[in-house]
């Protein structure tokens, strides 16, 4: 494990003293006699490396070593593990995280976009070089995602893996719904609060939960997911009106992802605002709670819920890692041996019912329209509802509808007839329906 475990103390160096990276320095401190006794040894901060170092962080430092570039802790003496809390897929994490598994030195990370993009060469590189990369926290925060899928579910064969992955868009839906707020005030609350990535756009553009759902995907099906294959949909389409109309119809708008491995061995895979029954349990996780969802072949269906950002349950989740670390315990990255990428199927082929909502302008002849656009494609109609109380002033008004079962190819002809139509205003919004 360590070149000083017969002192029995475990020396991280680490990069990044943001949120997360000040979170595990204050609880390696809070909580430092539980962790001795459950690690085995002490856990000390030997090394660090963030861009200001006069910056008071609100936890001590002194005594530390200070690095002025992160990359020489891959290589620098006097440490164990390197523990990246930059973020990014690029750039300064990537490089350290590379050059530190390659001397052989274990990596401890929370960073979803390095894992989802370069995954498949991380394993092998850590593989390779007898090295440990584990990532906790790069899931889900707090909630121990990765170790339910890759360690309690390893003996199963999993049917489908996803969930609600991303607090900030879960905070920001919630509010939203239950305040009538619009969408930039909560997203400035939700970075104040520490849970939206350094570039929010991360967050409320779905690529962050989609990360998170790649590394899910990859630990179900022990393959890496080519991940810019992946279907991904943010949140910014949603309006109030959508809000109305989920309420109404029974259901709850929530950013949710999903991936199933089909018999050919491609990952049907998608992150986008869905609509989820209301009476379900994945309905109620609001605020920034995450919950992970899987299926099965033995287990059947589980969920597990928590929080999934903010720096005591993230910080939580990486020094869990280090424990593992010093209790021996490192397993292959994918749970397997290291495997080339899975393709991801065409969206095209998805297929569900779908909830569409249109602005239109207000004038007789326009739901005839929409609905032509539906026959047009094949795709039938559950049920339809236009009220006032979406209607602007300039008399147009959102018109929402159902459908029964069909093909994503359908809704996606549909889209394209519905935004040639000029009575159509603005971007209609089209939300999958999934069943959970
Ligand atoms: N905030 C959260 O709730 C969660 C964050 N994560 C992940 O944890 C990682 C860190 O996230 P946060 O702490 O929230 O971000 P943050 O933006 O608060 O902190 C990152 C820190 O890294 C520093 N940094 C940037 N470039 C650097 C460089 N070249 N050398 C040294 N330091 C540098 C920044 O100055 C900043 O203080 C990211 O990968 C993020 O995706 C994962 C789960 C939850
Ligand atoms: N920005 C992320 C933080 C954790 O990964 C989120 O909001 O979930
Ligand atoms: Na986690």
């Excluded at 868009?169 to 009538?180: F, P, Q, S």
């Excluded at 022990?222 to 389409?237: C, L, N, T």
């Excluded at 910080?315 to 280090?322: E, R, Y």
Aim: proline share 3%; with cysteine.
């Amino acid at each position: 494990m360590s070149e000083n475990s017969e002192k029995r103390v475990l020396r991280l160096g680490i990069a990044g003293l943001g949120t997360v990276g000040v979170g595990v320095v204050q609880q390696l401190h809070e909580n430092r006699d539980a962790i001795y006794a459950r690690a085995g040894c002490a856990i000390e901060v030997a090394a660090v490396s963030a861009r200001d170092p006069g910056r008071n962080r609100g936890v001590d430092l002194s005594g530390i070593r200070w690095f002025a570039d992160a990359r020489s802790l891959a290589t620098a003496s006097g440490i164990d593990i390197v523990v990246e809390l930059i973020g990014g897929a690029e750039g300064v994490a990537r490089e350290l995280v590379e050059a530190a598994l390659s001397h052989g030195r274990d990596v401890i990370t929370a960073n979803k976009a390095l894992l989802a993009t370069h995954g498949a060469r991380l394993a092998r590189c850590a593989h390779d070089n007898g090295a440990a990369l584990l990532f906790e926290a790069s899931v889900a925060g707090g909630i121990p995602a990765i170790k339910f899928v890759r360690e309690g579910l390893a003996a199963d064969r999993l049917l489908r893996v996803g969930g609600i992955l991303n607090g900030t868009c879960n905070y920001i839906l919630t509010t939203m719904r239950d305040t009538g707020r619009d969408f930039a005030d909560v997203l400035a609350e939700a970075q104040a609060l520490g849970y939206a990535e350094a570039d929010p756009t991360t967050d409320v553009d779905g690529w962050d939960a989609a990360h998170k759902l790649a590394i899910l995907a990859a630990l179900a099906f022990g393959r890496p997911v080519a991940f810019d294959e992946m279907h991904v949909e943010g949140i910014r389409g949603v309006q109030a009106c959508d809000q109305h109309f989920a309420r109404e119809m029974g259901y709850r708008i929530k950013l949710l992802g999903m991936a199933r491995q089909l018999e050919d061995g491609r990952i049907e895979a998608f992150m986008r605002p869905c609509l989820i029954a209301q009476q379900t349990a994945l309905a109620h996780v609001e605020g920034v709670f995450n919950a992970v969802v899987t299926e099965g072949t033995f287990s059947g269906p589980m969920m597990i819920e928590g929080r999934g950002a903010g720096a005591g349950p993230t910080a939580s989740a990486v020094i869990a890692d280090v424990i593992d670390l010093a209790r021996g315990k490192a397993l292959p990255v994918w749970g397997v041996s290291p495997q080339s990428p899975a393709t991801c199927a065409p969206r095209a082929l998805l297929s569900g019912a779908y909830y569409l909502r249109v602005n239109v302008h207000d004038r007789p002849g326009v739901v005839a329209e929409i609905a032509a656009a539906l026959r047009d494609a094949g795709v039938s109609m559950r049920g339809l509802s236009q009220h006032d109380a979406g209607r602007a002033t300039d008399s147009t008004v959102p018109l929402a509808l159902v459908t029964h079962e069909t093909t994503e190819a359908s809704m996606m002809q549909v889209m394209t007839a519905i935004n040639g139509l000029a009575s159509v205003i603005g971007t209609p919004l089209l939300l999958k329906i999934e069943t959970v």
